[in-house]
């Protein structure tokens, strides 16, 4: 699904998710290409603007600057600015009355009917019992294809070539009390361009049943006249939502992501195949994170947002800065990644950081690692915490009673924090003579 928009857009921001640190030009490259790659997905041109202005306005902000992960921040706003593009939550059907009449419009060939069948199966699902109405006597063999696709879901369908589509809609209504349907789908005649007689009918049968739900079915493949197809049902009888069908075909994406923003109409549903199952509801944020080839990086950043406090981190940075981290520090900083896994899985997941010395690599904050951790540094002394070398083999064996622990358990801890201590050294030394590339990448992500 929208394969090349994923792809291009991807590649840039696989470019930026690396960066620690962002400056506007970085920023600005970045707009350049997916303003690019939007065009060519035939995304409205006001759309792809307006979408550009907000992430930009947001990326060179504070969020991203004086964040841990700059980079990383950019992606995540072009997420969240995407999937505010297509409507932030998934819209669902208004099928909350006691029936529901749900009436599908749209051009000749969208996928009208094949969509009117996949809803009823969908909302037999969920336990309603529809009625499907076959409005469309223009084209020979239309109600014979929507009998025909209707059977083989077991459902009933109601039509009358002898009488007009709108005197169809309105019988419909008693044919649905009288089998018991809690929902009427109405499946509409669709022309090869809106003309003023289609939308006058379209009107009428509104009139006459009053339906919760118009929606509007598209062809996604047709990418802007899909969106512009919207805005004149929208002008003429009023929507209550899109159905995108064929987005499993080879469709650019241009009209999932311009359809809210111009007509105002959410998209409710897509179609991802002929078959009587392929319909799927429409989730914005997944289809952000699936255009975006998301996951990981978002999950990251949240873990790392939710477990780490900013204020803390920078107290601990001055106290790195002044060599003053003592054993109770270290503690504490164990709590904040207690929820994160192991410091090597932390490492792997963020771009371009160093390698761990080997006594850190095997260090896993769960839950009863740090437990452990916590009993050991807990049965020492203030002087102890303040400076651990004065704690001897005597005090260690002491310590390591008291914490129900052994005294290996005592010495791996011991030697972690040494190598910690040395890390930080070793950062604090080449702070003062400009910092290394790649630390200061580390320290920019770590709180330490
Ligand atoms: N691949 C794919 N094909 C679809 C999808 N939805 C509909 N189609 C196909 O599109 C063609 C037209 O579908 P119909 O449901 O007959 O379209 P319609 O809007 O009812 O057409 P008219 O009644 O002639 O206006 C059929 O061959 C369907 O199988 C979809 O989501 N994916
Ligand atoms: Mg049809």
Request: charged share 30%; with cysteine; aromatic share 4%.
């Amino acid at each position: 699904m929208f394969s090349n928009l994923a792809e291009k857009l991807q590649g840039t921001l696989r470019k930026i998710k690396g960066k620690g640190k962002l400056n506007e030009k970085d920023v600005d490259g970045a707009m350049r290409e997916i303003r690019l790659a939007l065009l060519e997905a035939d995304v409205n041109f006001k759309v792809v603007k307006d979408f550009i202005a907000a992430v930009k306005e947001r990326a060179v902000g504070h969020e991203v600057m004086e964040s841990l992960t700059p980079g990383q921040q950019v992606v995540k706003i072009v997420n969240e600015e995407m999937t505010r593009l297509m409507g932030q939550e998934h819209s669902g059907l208004e099928t909350g009355k006691s029936r529901t009449a749900i009436m599908m419009v749209g051009l000749q060939g969208s996928g009208k009917t094949t969509t009117a069948i996949k809803l009823a199966r969908h909302l037999r699902g969920q336990g309603r019992s529809p009625l499907l109405v076959g409005a469309d006597t223009y084209r020979p063999g239309a109600v014979k294809q929507l009998e025909k696709m209707a059977d083989s879901i077991g459902e009933k369908v109601y039509s009358n070539l002898e009488e007009d589509p709108v005197d169809i809609c309105r019988e419909a209504l008693q044919v649905a009390d009288r089998e018991n349907c809690d929902v009427i789908i109405y499946d509409t005649a669709g022309r090869l361009h809106i003309d003023d007689e289609m939308m006058s009918e379209m009107a009428e049968i509104k009139k006459a049943v009053n339906p919760e739900e118009i929606l509007l079915v598209v062809d996604a493949m047709t990418g802007q006249d899909a969106v512009n197809a919207a805005a004149s049902f929208n002008d003429s009888v009023g929507l209550s939502g899109v159905i995108l069908t064929k987005l499993d075909g080879d469709t650019r994406g241009g009209a999932a992501l311009s359809v809210l923003a111009v007509t105002g109409c959410p998209v409710k549903f897509v179609g991802v195949g002929e078959k009587t199952d392929a319909l799927e509801p429409f989730y914005p944020d997944r289809m952000a994170s699936r255009i975006l080839g998301m996951g990981d990086v978002l999950s990251l950043i949240e873990k790392a947002e939710a477990s780490i406090d900013q204020d803390k981190a920078k107290e601990m940075e001055q106290k790195l800065r002044k060599q003053q981290f003592t054993l109770d520090d270290f503690k504490e900083q164990l709590g904040q990644l207690r929820s994160m896994g192991s410091l090597e899985d932390i490492m792997e997941m963020l771009p371009n950081a160093g390698s761990l010395p080997k006594e850190l690599k095997q260090m896993s904050f769960n839950e009863d690692n740090f437990k452990r951790i916590d009993a050991i540094i807990g049965s020492m002394t203030k002087e102890e915490r303040q400076d651990p070398s004065t704690i001897n083999s005597s005090r260690r064996q002491r310590i390591a009673r008291g914490s129900g622990t052994t005294v290996q358990d005592v010495n791996r801890l011991l030697n972690q924090f040494k190598q910690m201590q040395k890390m930080f050294k070793q950062m604090g030394a080449a702070d003062k003579k400009g910092m290394s590339k790649k630390m200061k990448k580390m320290k920019n992500k770590f709180p330490f």
